[in-house]
């Protein structure tokens, strides 16, 4: 099955630097690659996603970037606020037609003021 | 717009109870899948369903059991709980090829 590694584990930036976190995957089958923002108390919600047949994709501060020959794909947040405090996490979906995600294992973000 | 509705939010329970998670959403989405989160391993899948009548097993099945009688709900029942089941579950939904919606969790302790 896939198996999804994601680094950093926990991640400080003073705010208005950016904050990059780097996933890699094992199955070169996997095809679409969603990143999820959790707040305290809260379930994972969709910041941005991407799918195999493109190498970047932006939305405003956030960027994510995939090299699927080097099985690799990163979060990017530009100028970084206290609201981007939180958890992420990198996903892969190995197979369209049953919706089964494979999660890394989290990146804890702390904006300093 | 409720999206995908879990309850109880908070649960505890004695070794050996049964008890069902509650998962529901009014979006139509075909598929539901039931995930545990637990400190330092990410989410990982327990089990899924494509569409009414249809579950299959994830990365994590054991001492869970589904079934999916209708397209809005999605039960998770613990046959006899144990303190390894001690997590945060949630339950998502989505479209084919969509993005997945996530309910606010049920924080599950078994003492």
């Known amino acids: 099955g896939e198996n999804v590694e994601q680094h950093p584990s926990t991640l400080s930036v003073q705010e208005g630097d950016s904050a990059v976190i780097k996933c890699t995957y094992s199955?070169?089958?996997?095809?679409?690659f969603p990143w999820y923002k959790q707040e305290l108390g809260k379930g994972p919600q969709l910041i941005i996603d991407?799918?195999?047949?493109?190498g970047e994709k932006k939305d405003q501060r956030i960027a994510v970037t995939l090299n699927k020959t080097a099985k690799h794909f990163s979060l990017h947040i530009t100028e970084t606020q206290p609201e981007d405090s939180a958890v992420y996490f990198c996903?892969?979906?190995?197979?369209?037609?049953?919706?089964?995600?494979?999660f890394g294992t989290g990146t804890r973000l702390t904006i300093i003021p | 717009n409720a999206g995908v509705t879990q309850t109880p939010k908070f649960q505890v329970l004695k070794t050996g109870q049964s008890m069902t998670l509650q998962c529901a959403q009014d979006?139509?989405?075909?598929?539901m899948s039931w995930y545990r989160q637990d400190p330092g391993m990410g989410l990982r899948l327990i089990h899924y369903?494509?569409?009414?009548?249809?579950?299959d097993q994830g990365e994590v099945p054991n001492g869970y059991n589904v079934s999916r009688s209708t397209t809005e709900d999605f039960p998770l029942r613990l046959l006899s709980a144990a303190p390894s089941q001690t997590s945060v579950y949630f339950c998502?939904?989505?479209?084919?090829?969509?993005?997945?919606?996530f309910g606010q969790g049920t924080r599950l302790t078994v003492v």
């Open positions: 979006m139509n989405h075909e598929y």
């Open positions: 369903s494509v569409g009414a009548g249809i579950t």
């Open positions: 998502a939904s989505s479209y084919e090829y969509g993005e997945a919606f």
């Open positions: 199955d070169s089958a996997s095809n679409y």
């Open positions: 996903a892969a979906m190995l197979d369209f037609g049953n919706e089964k995600l494979t």
């Open positions: 991407i799918r195999s047949n493109v």
